[in-house]
């Protein structure tokens, strides 16, 4: 995985290693990475310059089967996930730019299909995701930033393994974090 974050040694390894390798295919372009760290904002921006379709697929499970927060309440995290792995298999057929939720990148069958595609792993901070956070319509975060720290350090290693690329959003505006992967995605072709 590339750092956007740090082009030194780590980022000639990198360079050294995508000649090594053919490049992924640069649709569908996936964002993954923890709760509110930007996924939908920067990928809805990236699909409007890049001129594809954006698919969020947590917005596709709402649309399908109603509120996220109550399918967990009503069938339990499990059913959720099933749901969830249907649609990110769809998405991952098309030629879009598709946010995933944060806990699909848990399914093996997701990390296979990500391993063909081109990865932007979205990072954020503890203290930008608590200005973030808010209405408590995320199931999982129930206790607060506290949950929130706990579920990414469990995730972390998952969005690293399986990133391209990585971008921090906790400090830079959305847009230029967009700008960013913009640039990556067509200097890569």
């Not at 995290?77 to 649609?87: G, M, Q, S, W």
Request: aromatic share 6%; charged share 25%.
């Amino acid at each position: 995985m590339r750092d956007a974050a740090k082009p030194t040694q780590q980022h000639q390894k990198q360079q050294h290693q995508e000649q090594q390798h053919p490049a992924k295919p640069l649709f569908p372009l996936v964002f993954i990475g923890p709760m509110a760290a930007g996924k939908t904002r920067i990928g809805r921006l990236v699909a409007r310059t890049l001129d594809v379709p954006f698919v969020d697929t947590d917005a596709r499970i709402v649309a399908d089967h109603g509120a996220i927060k109550e399918i967990f309440e009503q069938h339990g995290e499990e059913h959720f996930r099933a749901l969830e792995r249907e649609v990110v298999a769809q998405a991952l057929t098309e030629k879009a730019v598709v946010s995933l939720g944060g806990g699909a990148v848990l399914d093996p069958d997701t990390q296979a299909d990500l391993a063909r595609c081109s990865v932007v792993y979205l990072s954020v901070s503890a203290q930008a995701v608590r200005r973030r956070l808010g209405g408590g319509k995320r199931p999982l975060l129930r206790g607060g930033i506290a949950d929130w720290k706990r579920i990414y350090n469990q995730r972390r290693p998952t969005y690293e393994a399986l990133a391209s690329i990585r971008f921090d959003t906790s400090h830079r505006p959305l847009d230029a974090i967009a700008d960013a992967v913009v640039t990556w995605t067509t200097t890569r072709t």
